[in-house]
C-alpha cells in the first residue's frame, strides 16, 4: 500500500473519533489538557487496534466482520442515548444548581474503543497485505490525534452558544455514527 493510500485510510478511519471528539467539547466542560488527553486516547486505540487486527490474522476476520458493527453500534448507541437522557433529565433543573457534566475516563476509553473497531478489521486486511504494520498504525494513531485535536477546538467554540441542545445533539450524533457503521455494514457499503 502506498503512503498516499495509507494517508486516506487513516483519515477515513479517524472520521469518527473526530465526530466524537466534537461531541464531547460540545457536550462537557473539557479544559485544553483534557482536550489533549482525549485526543490521545483516541489515537492511541487507533493505533493499537490495527495492529491487534494484523496479529488476529485470516482466523477471526469473519468473526471479526460479523460483528464489528454491532459492538460499535451498541456502545455508541448507548452513550449516545446516556447524553440525550442526562440532558432532558437536567432541562427541568433550576440554574442556580448546574450539574456538573464530567467526561469520565470510562467514558473516553467507551468511545475509543468503540470509534476504532473498524481500524481492528483494517489491521486484518493488513496481513494479508504488503503492508509495515508498525508505519500503518503509526500513521492512523497520530492523524487521528491530530484529527481529534481539531474536533475538540471546533466543538469548543461551537458548544459554548448551544446550552442542552449541544448535549443532545452530541447524542445524536454519537447514535448516528453508530448507526453509520451499523447500517454500512449490513448493506455491504
Known amino acids: 500500500m502506498d503512503l498516499i493510500s495509507l494517508i486516506l485510510l487513516a483519515l477515513g478511519l479517524s472520521m469518527d473519533a473526530f465526530a466524537v471528539s466534537i461531541s464531547n467539547s460540545m457536550c462537557f466542560e ?3 489538557r483534557d482536550g489533549v488527553l482525549t485526543s490521545l486516547a483516541f489515537g492511541v486505540f487507533q493505533g493499537i487496534m490495527p495492529i491487534a487486527g494484523y496479529f488476529a490474522g485470516r482466523a477471526f476476520a469473519n468473526t471479526i466482520a460479523n460483528v464489528d458493527h ?3 453500534f451498541v456502545l455508541l448507541g448507548f452513550i449516545g442515548g446516556k447524553m440525550i437522557f442526562d440532558s432532558l433529565r437536567e432541562w427541568n433543573e433550576p440554574i442556580a444548581c448546574p450539574v456538573e457534566k464530567t467526561l469520565t475516563a470510562k ?3 467507551l468511545q475509543a474503543v468503540a ?3 473498524d481500524a481492528l ?3 486484518v486486511g493488513f496481513a494479508v497485505m504488503d503492508v509495515n504494520i508498525w508505519v500503518a498504525a503509526g500513521l492512523i494513531a497520530a492523524i487521528t490525534f491530530v484529527c481529534c485535536l481539531v474536533g475538540h477546538f471546533i466543538g469548543k467554540k461551537a458548544g459554548g452558544l448551544l446550552g442542552n441542545w449541544a448535549q443532545i445533539g ?3 450524533i454519537l447514535i448516528a455514527i453508530g448507526l453509520k457503521i451499523l447500517i454500512s455494514h449490513l448493506l455491504g457499503a
Do not use: D, F, P, Q
Request: proline fraction near 0%; aromatic fraction near 6%.
Open 30 to 32: 473539557l479544559k485544553k
Open 70 to 72: 454491532w459492538i460499535a
Open 107 to 109: 467514558m473516553v476509553l
Open 115 to 117: 470509534t476504532s473497531i
Open 121 to 123: 478489521a483494517v489491521g
Open 170 to 172: 452530541g447524542g445524536v
